[in-house]
Antibody, heavy 124, light 108 residues
Framework: QVQLQQSGPGLVKPSQTLSLTCAIS??????????WNWIRQSPSRGLEWLGR?????????DYAESVKSRITINPDTSKNQFSLQLNSVTPEDTAVYYC??????????????WGQGTLVTVSS | EIVLTQSPGTLSLSPGERATLSCRAS???????LAWYQRKPGQAPRLLIY???SRAAGIPDRFSGSGSGTDFTLTISRLEPEDFAVYYC?????????FGGGTKVEIK
């Protein structure tokens, strides 16, 4: 059974960097049949896919246009986890952040399972 | 971008009743690449349906999905107390992948 465990601070100051980690059990971050994603949910934006990392003989990343200039998702094979960094945050980035495994069908796919979610508030 | 509109926003029903949730797409969703999720307060979303009608592992058969093109439906045949939650649809047929705004199923 695959489980995802998120960790990271719940409060970030404006202009600083939001950093979250998602630890994987029951699967490998280096699996060549899935992708590892970050998704957020806020009242104003609903559910929003942010980006993913995946391994297909080498590492790839895809990012949403809305955050492309500010986001980095990195795998950590030594700890079997992946991370999210979102730079220059504003109060608009306040949301519940989820990590999730994607099973791709062609380019995209469905998400299962999801991490427990982390409420990140951007405030001074 | 495909916009997914879910209706109704809130569905008030009693345990044992049938729930019918709609997800309408602004453009055709290719190959019925549509998923449904359930989210309860304080919990992670749970995959219910993928490919418009395939139940995920461990999902009870009272949950069923149907539809194609631009109109999709999630049906809960008889509501159990644990089914009162928020439900979301998601399309993965084209970029960017998108989610609906959700339907809350509440106890009447």
């Amino acid at each position: 059974q695959v489980q995802l465990q998120q960790s990271g601070p719940g409060l970030v100051k404006p202009s600083q960097t939001l950093s979250l980690t998602c630890a994987i059990s029951g699967d490998s971050v280096s699996s060549n049949s899935v992708a590892w994603n970050w998704i957020r949910q806020s009242p104003s934006r609903g559910l929003e896919w942010l980006g993913r990392t995946y391994y297909r003989s080498k590492w790839y990343n895809d990012y949403a246009e809305s955050v492309k200039s500010r986001i980095t998702i990195n795998p950590d094979t030594s700890k079997n986890q992946f991370s999210l960094q979102l730079n220059s945050v504003t109060p608009e980035d306040t949301a519940v952040y989820y990590c999730a495994r994607m099973t791709p069908v062609t380019t995209w796919g469905w998400f299962d399972p999801w991490g427990q979610g982390t409420l990140v508030t951007v405030s001074s | 971008e495909i916009v997914l509109t879910q209706s109704p926003g809130t569905l008030s029903l009693s345990p044992g009743e049938r729930a019918t949730l709609s997800c309408r797409a602004s453009q055709s969703v290719s190959s019925s690449y549509l998923a449904w999720y359930q989210r309860k307060p304080g919990q992670a979303p749970r995959l219910l349906i993928y490919g418009a009608s395939s139940r995920a592992a461990g999902i009870p058969d009272r949950f069923s999905g149907s539809g194609s093109g631009t109109d999709f439906t999630l049906t809960i045949s008889r509501l159990e107390p644990e089914d009162f939650a928020v439900y979301y649809c998601q399309q993965y047929g084209s970029s960017p992948l998108t989610f609906g705004g959700g339907t809350k199923v509440e106890i009447k």
